[in-house]
């Protein structure tokens, strides 16, 4: 395979231009990050002339302990090597009930799991636990809400960019404010809802909520019968400083929702975690053994990933390093908003930061904000983006569609050495983008013009 990649790496935007997905394609041509990557190791990447490159996406946070890792490649390796009885069907998987029991003992409120192959298919398992638990229809979503893009995580969308082209989508789904506990009520009124399903932090723009508001959140679904469903995907094993990003609010839901992390970055695997009551209303009977499931889920490889990826979480203490990184991180940005203009706010938890752009207020600068901001909105962030990755070898992306916010979710096994790199990337490229004219001014008449011809 490594040989096969070798041969067809040259040729491989040719062929996904032909059979694949060709407007992926022009929109890395048009803002040069087609630099055609060989090889990634830990936390960094490799172009095809050596280039390294300090990856702060990790692949949308399933490489939280970094790019092959040895000890995942080993357990993943041993499954190959051992001939065991994968996926017999008509039996139940031992290394299932091994990751079983290490998730929960972190979540020792809850009881019970269900294994699949995606977060976007634990957001799906969600829907049809709650709606089988409580004999309701409803779903709440938030506004700005992320879960996934099959039809009913897509039901739960809360941008409308990924729903245009597939409504309707799922009835019964309600949208509401995040952040806000009296939409919040007033939405369970009804007592129609069968489930709230909420991001901790909201992963399209980093948006952190108040301190009180999870936790009243969680007490005014248990008031109306309500299940309170935490969506931990991108958040939880230790992205945001602790195993749940809810442990920072004393919340227990009555499901954690869990991928990305969990795979180590090589086997899909999602985890719906959940109380032993609102299991028992799935798997009620004998009969209903198979009410819900998934071929693949608690397959080997996938359960082995997981296993391997709790234990180098626990024996090279990722979660604490986590808090500890994101911390100095958040620090230093939130002390450069002191010295920049186009810098709004900074937020987050943990290594899951989000780093806000907005109008500045000198003159000269303002203009040239709104001129770019009238070709397209948010694209101003790609004026930093792109000069990070092209000048500093930094791959970051702005956090969502017409978004003015750059998240960064880095693997958690950045070194102090990685964060004096991010820093001094962040700081120049910031600082130029305050010179007009300037450099970052050329290549934003270059944007305008791309932007330009996407809308002839």
């Given at each position: 395979?490594?040989?096969?990649?070798?041969?067809?790496?040259?040729?491989?935007?040719?062929?996904?231009r032909?059979?694949?997905?060709?407007?992926?394609?022009?929109?890395?041509?048009a803002?040069?990050?087609?630099?055609?990557?060989?090889?990634?190791?830990?936390q960094?990447?490799?172009?095809r002339?050596?280039?390294r490159?300090?990856?702060?996406l990790?692949?949308?946070?399933?490489?939280?302990?970094?790019?092959?890792?040895p000890?995942?490649?080993?357990?993943?390796?041993?499954?190959l090597?051992?001939?065991l009885?994968?996926?017999?069907?008509?039996d139940v998987?031992?290394?299932a009930g091994i990751?079983?029991?290490?998730?929960?003992?972190?979540?020792?409120?809850l009881?019970?799991?269900?294994?699949?192959n995606?977060g976007?298919?634990?957001?799906?398992?969600?829907?049809?636990?709650?709606?089988?638990?409580t004999?309701r229809p409803?779903i709440l979503?938030?506004?700005?809400?992320?879960?996934?893009?099959?039809?009913?995580a897509?039901?739960?969308?809360?941008?409308?960019?990924?729903?245009e082209?597939?409504?309707?989508?799922?009835?019964?789904?309600v949208?509401?404010?995040?952040?806000?506990?009296?939409a919040?009520?007033?939405?369970?009124?009804?007592?129609?809802i069968?489930?709230?399903?909420v991001?901790?932090?909201?992963g399209?723009?980093?948006?952190?909520?108040d301190?009180?508001?999870?936790?009243?959140?969680?007490?005014?679904?248990?008031?109306?019968?309500?299940?309170?469903?935490?969506?931990?995907?991108?958040?939880?094993?230790?992205?945001?400083?602790?195993?749940?990003?809810?442990?920072y609010?004393?919340?227990?839901?009555?499901?954690v929702?869990?991928?990305?992390?969990?795979?180590g970055g090589?086997v899909?695997?999602?985890?719906l975690?959940?109380?032993?009551?609102?299991f028992?209303?799935?798997?009620?009977?004998m009969?209903?053994?198979?009410?819900?499931?998934?071929?693949?889920?608690a397959?080997?490889l996938?359960?082995a990933?997981?296993?391997?990826?709790?234990d180098?979480?626990?024996?090279?203490?990722?979660?604490?390093?986590?808090?500890q990184t994101?911390?100095?991180?958040?620090?230093?940005?939130?002390e450069?908003?002191?010295?920049?203009?186009?810098?709004?706010?900074?937020?987050g938890?943990?290594?899951?930061?989000?780093?806000?752009?907005?109008?500045p207020?000198?003159?000269?600068?303002?203009?040239?904000?709104h001129?770019?901001e009238?070709?397209?909105?948010?694209?101003?962030?790609?004026?930093?983006?792109?000069?990070?990755?092209?000048?500093?070898?930094?791959?970051?992306?702005?956090?969502?569609h017409?978004?003015?916010?750059i998240?960064?979710?880095?693997a958690?096994?950045?070194s102090e050495?990685?964060?004096?790199?991010?820093?001094?990337?962040?700081?120049?490229?910031i600082?130029?983008s305050?010179?007009?004219?300037?450099?970052?001014?050329s290549?934003?008449?270059?944007?305008?013009g791309?932007?330009m011809?996407?809308?002839?």
């Open positions: 395979m490594a040989k096969l990649f070798s041969l067809r790496e040259h040729d491989h935007y040719a062929i996904h032909r059979l694949l997905n060709e407007q992926m394609v022009r929109v890395l041509k803002i040069g990050y087609d630099v055609g990557f060989c090889s990634g190791k830990g960094y990447l490799y172009d002339d050596g280039n490159y300090l990856d702060l990790s692949g949308f946070g399933v490489f939280a302990i970094g790019r092959n890792h000890a995942l490649c080993e357990a993943l390796k041993s499954i090597d051992s001939d009885p994968n996926l017999v069907q008509m998987s031992t290394l990751l079983a029991e290490r998730l929960l003992a972190h979540v020792p409120y009881d019970k799991v269900c294994f699949v995606s976007s298919e634990t957001v799906e398992a969600a829907i049809k636990f709650a709606r089988a638990a004999g409803g979503y938030c506004e700005h809400a992320f879960h996934g893009l099959t039809n009913g897509l039901s739960l969308n809360g941008d409308d960019i990924f729903r082209g597939f409504e309707p989508l799922l009835p019964h789904c949208r509401i404010p995040f952040n806000d506990l009296v919040l009520e007033k939405a369970l009124h009804s007592r129609t069968a489930a709230f399903i991001e901790p932090i909201q399209k723009g980093v948006n952190v909520p301190d009180d508001y999870l936790k009243l959140a969680a007490d005014l679904c248990r008031r109306h019968g309500t299940l309170f469903v935490a969506d931990e995907v991108q958040t939880g094993l230790g992205r945001t400083g602790r195993f749940l990003a809810v442990e609010w004393n919340v227990e839901p009555d499901m929702l869990l991928a990305k992390t969990l795979s090589h899909p695997v999602g985890a975690l959940t109380r032993k009551w609102i028992d209303k799935v798997f009620d009977r009969e209903r053994a198979v009410a819900h499931g998934s071929t693949f889920g397959n080997d996938a359960m990933a997981g296993i391997a990826t709790l180098v979480l626990k024996s090279e203490q990722l979660v604490e390093k986590a808090a994101g911390e100095r991180l958040l620090r230093a940005f939130t450069m908003t002191r010295r920049y203009e186009f810098l709004r706010e900074v937020r938890k943990g290594l899951m930061i989000g780093i806000e752009f907005g109008p207020t000198s003159f000269k600068l303002k203009a040239s904000w001129a770019l009238a070709a397209r909105t948010g694209l101003f962030s790609q004026l930093i983006t792109i000069p990070l990755f092209k000048e500093h070898k930094l791959l970051s992306q702005v956090s969502s017409a978004g003015h916010t998240k960064l979710l880095p958690l096994v950045i050495s990685d964060c004096d790199w991010i820093l001094n990337g962040f700081d120049s490229v600082a130029e305050h010179r007009v004219p300037g450099a970052i001014w290549l934003g008449k270059n944007l305008v791309h932007a011809q996407a809308k002839a």
